[in-house]
């Protein structure tokens, strides 16, 4: 089903438009995409206000996959149906499966190099610090939350503490957490 045309809405024009926007994407974003995904998608491409994005992205997370190709999927599927989502999703894929294929070779010749673990280790902070301003950047949609705005930080909070204070392990932290926010937001949203 394809999702009406608003001025406040554009839509992509077609599943070349998708297929290279997802590329694009890819091809920005090693190590995290977040970052890259909420920017284009949401403030260069106004396809999802940031509420949607953040809704579409939790969805996305407890999903199994990797959180942005099951994005890629559902915003191809709003727009094209299953073309739309096959092609964001090839979109999401190609270009770096191409790319992994050819840094396994590089790797497997300079892996002992100094150097090369040097620019890993500054890959994953710059990679941190991304999604961390993401995170900011994306703290004003908790105001329209129906949990409220200090049950959302509390939650993310226990989150924090459990895995990098305690090294609970997340496969644990995620479900007992979800559940309570989803209880918590369920018994506000009951008539």
Known sequence: MEAPQTTEHPRPESLTDLFVSFSLLALQGFGGVLAIV??????????????????????????????VVNLSLMIGGRYFGLPGALAALAGMLVAPLIIVLLLIMFYSRFADHPALAGALRGMGAVAAGLITATGLKLFSALKTSPLGLPVCIALGLACFIAIALLHWPLAYVLPVLGVAAFVLAYRKLKP
């Open 38 to 67: 909420q920017h284009e998608i949401v403030e260069r491409k106004r396809w999802m206000t940031r509420e949607e994005f953040v809704e579409d992205w939790a969805v996305a997370q407890i999903m199994p996959g990797p959180n």
